[in-house]
C-alpha cells in the first residue's frame, strides 16, 4: 500500500478514537455535576417519591455505563434524545443551528483565509518596511479588540453613519441566498477582522522562516521578482504551518463566535448551547459538544493531512 | 579578445551587528582585479573567509545577508553592472550569468520535481519554449552522465544522492545558456570517489558548452584540474594571479608556497604495539531498521598510535565510533579495552571507563555550548572526573589551554569569539581533559582550512607524543590518513575491506575499492583528471 494511504487511514482511525474518549470525557463531566437531571427538572417541586419515579422513567437509576453506551448507541444513529426544557428533539433542534452556524463559518472563512495568506505573503515581501507595518498593526489592532467592541462599533458605522446593512442578522427558512448574505454582511465582517491577524502573522512568519534556505538564492539567482520568489519557493514549502493556524481559526469561527450570535441576534449553534447550559439541560449541552469536538478533530486531522500531502518526501517516497 | 567579465579595483563591505557590541564595519574584499575572456575558467581559491564566493557572487550583483559592492567595476560584456536597477539585475541573473551552489541539496527547492526547476529560468526569460528547455535540459542529463536523462527530471530533488543533485545543479546553471557560470565548491560537499566523476562532468559541460566560468574552491589541487587561471586571495585581497601552471609548479608569493606545498607531512609510522583497544566481530544496526549498517568489524587500536578509519559517506565510520562509545550499543561482538571488557550500552559502563575513551567531532561549533566560556567547557570534564575545583581547576583549564597552544585569556571568551582552528582546540582540550587513553576523532579537521587542519593534526601527533593517547582517527580524506596514521582500516559500505599497517595498506597490490580511493585524490598537477579517469579499475558508485 502506498504509504500516504496508511498514513490518512491512521490519522482518520485515531480522530475516531479521540472523538469516542471525548464524548466519555463529556459525559463524565456531566455525572460529575451535583445533582442529576431529574432533579433539574422537577426542581423546586421535587419529593422524594416523585424524584425517584422520574428517575425510573428517565433510566436514570441503571450504571452510568450502561447509560452511555445506550446514549452512544443511539446517538449513533442520529438520535440525539430530547431536550428537558421544551420536549424538542435535540437533532432536529441542532441540525437548524447548525446550518446557520456552518453557513456563518463559511462565509468568514472564505474571505478571511485567502485575504490573511495575502496580506501575510505582502507583508514578508517587505518586510521590515512600511507595507508590513501598516498591515501587522492594523490586524494586531483588530485582534486588540474585543469582538463585541468590534461589532458594535461596526454597527455604528455601517448602518447609522453609513446606512448601508441591518445590524440584526436573523435568517429564516426561505430566504434567498443573496439575502442571507446581506443579512449576514455584518457578522462577517466582525468575524473576519478577528480572525485575520493570527493567520497573517503566521503567513507572514512562515515565509520568512523559509526564506532562510539556500534555495530561495538560487531562485533570487535565477532572476526570479521578488513576489515569485515568494509565491513560486517559499509558499510551498511554508504550507504545513500556515495550514494548522487557519484550521484553528476556522474551528473558531464555527465553535467560538457566540458574543457575535448574541450581538447580531443571530440564531445558531452558540446561542442555543449558552441557552441551556444556563437551564442546566444537559442533553442538550452533551450534544452540542460532541459536535464541537467532532468539528475540532475533524478540521485538525484535516490540517494534518495537508501537511503530509503538501510534503514531497512522504507523497514520493525514495 | 575582449573579456566577458572585468573586475576592477572591486571592494565589496558589510557590517556585522555582533550581540550585544556595537556594529562592526568589515571589508571583505579590497582592490581585487580579474578578468574572464569567452569560453575560459577562472579559480578562485583561498581560506574560508577570503572573499572567494563573495567575489563570484559580485558578478551577479548580489550580496549575502547586509553584503555590499561598494567600489570598484564589475563590467559584464562590457556595462558595468553595480549601476542596473533591480530589474536589469534581474534580467541578468539566470540568463547571462548562472550560479551553482555548494550544497546542491539545499540549493533546490524541496518541494518541485528537478526539471521544473532546471527550466525555470530558461522559461522566466523567454528563452526557450517549455518543450525546447526540456529537450536541452535532458540533453545536459545525458552530458553530465545522470542516470535516466528522460525521466531524471520527473524526480523530488530527496529522491536522488547528493553527487546526482550537483550534476543536476549545474545542468541548471547551464541550461539558458549563459556567457559565465559561477560554480562555488560544487564538489566540496562530495565524497572523492563522487567528486571525481562531477569534477569530470563539470569540465566536459564546461568545454563543449564554450561557456565561461568562475571556478571557486578551497582545494588547489581541484582548481588544477579545471582553471586556466588562478586567482589566490587571502582576507579579501589578491594574493597572486597566474596562470594554473605558474600557480602550481612555480608560485612566487610565500602564501601560495604554503597552500601548494600543505599535502606535505608525513608522519613515520610506528611498529604495532600491545593493543588498549581491541574491537571484535562487531555488528550494529539502527534501532527500528533490518539492515546491518556494521557487519563484523574487527580492529585493533594500539596504545599511543593512531588508527585511521578510512571511507565515504555512508561507509560506517562514524558509526563505528558511537559503538564503541556505547552510545549505539552492537547487536553482536565484543569491545575490549585495555584488557576488560566494555559493557555495549553507554548507560552500563563505570565512570572510569566513559572517562578513558572521549570523542572529538567534526563540529565544533555545535559541540559546544554556546553560552559557556571556554573556562568552563574545558573545566567541566575536571570537576567531573576528578573534582577539582576553584584554583586546582583553574590552574589545569591553564595548563592544557597552554598544552594546545592557545595562551593567557581563552579562557573567559565565549566559542563565537573563536575562530574554527581555536574552536577545534577547545575541544581537543576538553577531551585532553579526561586523561583519556583513547580520543574518537570523527572528521575533526573536515571542516577546516587546509593550513588550520595542519595545525591540528601536528598538534594532535604532538599530544599524542607526550600524552601517549590513543587515536580512532575518522576521516574520508586521504591525506590526513598519510599525516597521521600508523595503522588503516578502510571501510566500504558497512564492512572493513582492507586493514594494517599503513605502509602496507598504502603499497600495492589495492583491491579495487581501495585503488579507487586512492586514484580519485586529486594531485596537484595539470591533466591528472583525465589520465586517472582511463587508468582506474573500479567505478564510483552511488553517485
Redesign the interface.
Known sequence: MHPLIKLVAQRIALGLILLLAVSVVIFLGIEMLPGDTAQAILGQSATATSLANLRESLGLNQSPATRYFTWLGHALQGDLGKALTNQQDIAQAIGQRLGNTLFLAVCAGAIAVPLSIGLGLVAARFNGRWPDKLISGVTLAMISLPEFVAAYFMILLLTLVIPILQPVSMIFPGMGFFEKLHAVALPVIVLVMVVLAHMMRMTRAAILNVMQ???I?????????PM?VIW??AL??AVAPIISVVVINLAYLVVGVVVVEVVFSYNALGQYLVDHVAKRDLPVVQAVGIIFAAVYIGLNILADLIGII?N??LR?P? | MADLLTIKNLRIEATAYPPGEAPRHLVLVDGVSVSVQKGRVLGLIGESGAGKSTIGLAA?S?G?GGVRLTGGQVLLNGRDIRAEGAAG???????EV??V?Q?AA???????RLMAQVI??SL??KLMTKEQAEVRAIELFAKLGLPNPETFGR??P??VSGGQLQRAMTAMALCPKPDLVIFDEPTTALDVTTQIDVLAAIKEAIRDTGVAAIYITHDLAVVAQVADDILVLRHGKAVEYGATDQIISTPVQDYTQALVSVRRIDHAEKSDAAPILRVQGITARYRGTDFDVLQSITVDVAAGQTLAIVGESGSGKSTLARVITGLLPARSGQITFDGRTLSPDLANRSKDDLRQVQMIYQMADTAMNPRQTVGTIIGRPLEFYFGLKGEAKRARVQELLDQIEMGAGFENRYPAELSGGQKQRVCIARALAAKPKLILCDEVTSALDPLVADGILKLLLNLQAQEGVAYVFITHDLATVKAIADKIAVMYRGKVVRYGQKSDVLAPPFDDYTDLLLSSVPEMKTGWLESVLKTRKMESAGN
Not at chain 1, 538564492?217 to 521578482?225: D, P, R, V
Not at chain 2, 539585475?89 to 540568463?95: D, V
Not at chain 2, 539545499?106 to 518541485?112: G, H, M, Q, V, Y
Open positions: 534556505s539556500a534555495y538564492e538560487t531562485a533570487e539567482l535565477k532572476g526570479l521578482s515569485q513560486r519557493h510551498p514549502n503538501a514531497p518526501r514520493h525514495k | 551577479l548580489y549575502r539585475l534581474r534580467a541578468l541573473r539566470g540568463r548562472t550560479y551552489a550544497s539545499a540549493a533546490f527547492n524541496p518541494a518541485k525555470e529560468t522566466l526569460h524526480r523530488y530527496h529522491q
